[in-house]
């Protein structure tokens, strides 16, 4: 049996090779970092461990490998991403696992060091402080498209106790669940996995969006997403889906083709302040939408994302957390990149009709 004394050196020398690890990767440069754009103010992570050389970049074009036979799956369970799973957050549907190459780290000593990294002064580097966690569906065989209203129903409760996870963790501003689905929306891996990330920044989009709510709450004493939600239900023209509580249509300045958002019908900013009961009837719109854009468009690439308060942010009756759901149908080109003027050739109202036929 361990003494108390005992007890601090053991830890005491898993810090030490905890330590080591971290200088060492410090010396080749490898951690990631926020570096801050000098000129638009705009954050970016750097991951200099996730990809070294050219070849790197080359986009997977399947799960097989060269000679064509199927690669064993990173994901299922039994993998070793498996056994690094966090066992309080395993349930008969989903595991939960620390990303292996994290945008932002929780280890508080890791973060510490690297905000040294740049003295020069001229540039601004943050210690990219937070989580990155992968949300895997334990069945390979299913996917975005065929999840059950249980699966749905799980993977929301699980980003819940994430969020609330990282609501105590202090470093944290932000949570941001994401899901990649299909090689051009960013999924490298077929198994069905969603992301969440936990940042000590707030996304630069989020920042937008709260700065045009505000705005829109000083001059109509309303919050948009319940005024969107009730002119919409009137016009009748970009409806999707609708139940009790929850509300989805085609975005009217879509950024992209077949763009749908969900909202909550009633007012609430924060994703992780929802009960059980709205998060089944989440889940069951999910599975509505999704059914429909499967259908309609053959099963797309595509991303959705929750978007929510700022994690230190209390109530607001101005911001209003929603989902919006992205099908990846076609790329933006140089315009779009460099002047941020979307040009989305899919109307949403036609969108709306073709997904309702
Ligand atoms: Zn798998
Ligand atoms: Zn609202
Ligand atoms: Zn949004």
Known sequence: MLTNNSHCVAEHTHCAVILYVIKQALRRGRVPQLRQNIITGEWVVITPERSQRPHDFKIPSSHKN?????????FCVGSPAYQTRIHTYESNI??????????????????????????SGFYTTMPSVGGHDVVIVKDHDCDIYSFSTGIWTE?????????????????????????????P???????????????????????????????????????????????????????????????????????????????????????????QRTLIELAQIMHVV??????????????????????????????????????????????????EVVIDVQSPENAAEYLNS
Request: net charge neutral.
């Open 94 to 119: 989903i595991y939960v696992i620390p990303n292996k190459y994290p945008a932002f780290v929780e280890n508080p000593e890791y973060c510490s060091m690297r905000s040294k990294i740049d003295p």
């Open 290 to 339: 999704f059914e429909k854009i499967g259908k309609t468009l053959n099963n797309p690439p595509l991303n959705f994302y929750i978007h929510d308060s700022p994690t230190r942010d209390g109530e607001k009756n101005y911001y209003h957390w929603h989902i919006e759901i992205t099908p990846r149908l076609s790329h933006y080109g140089g315009y779009e990149i460099e002047s």
């Open 155 to 183: 993977l929301f409760l699980m980003t819940k106790r994430r969020y609330e996870h990282w609501r105590e963790n202090r470093t944290c501003d932000y949570s941001m669940m994401i899901y990649n689905h299909g090689v």
């Open 185 to 275: 929306a960013g999924a490298s891996i077929d198994h069905p996995h969603a992301q969440t990330f936990a940042s000590n920044i707030i996304p630069s989009y989020i920042i937008k969006e709260i700065k045009g709510s505000k705005k829109y709450y000083n001059s109509h004493k309303s919050c948009v997403y319940c005024d969107l939600i009730v002119y919409e239900q009137k016009q009748k023209v970009r409806i999707v889906a609708e139940n009790d509580l929850f509300f989805a249509c085609t975005f009217y300045a879509a950024r992209f083709p077949y763009e749908v958002w969900v909202l909550p019908k009633h007012h609430q900013s924060h994703f992780d302040s929802e009960g």
């Open 66 to 74: 060269e000679s064509g036979t199927e690669k064993p799956c990173v």
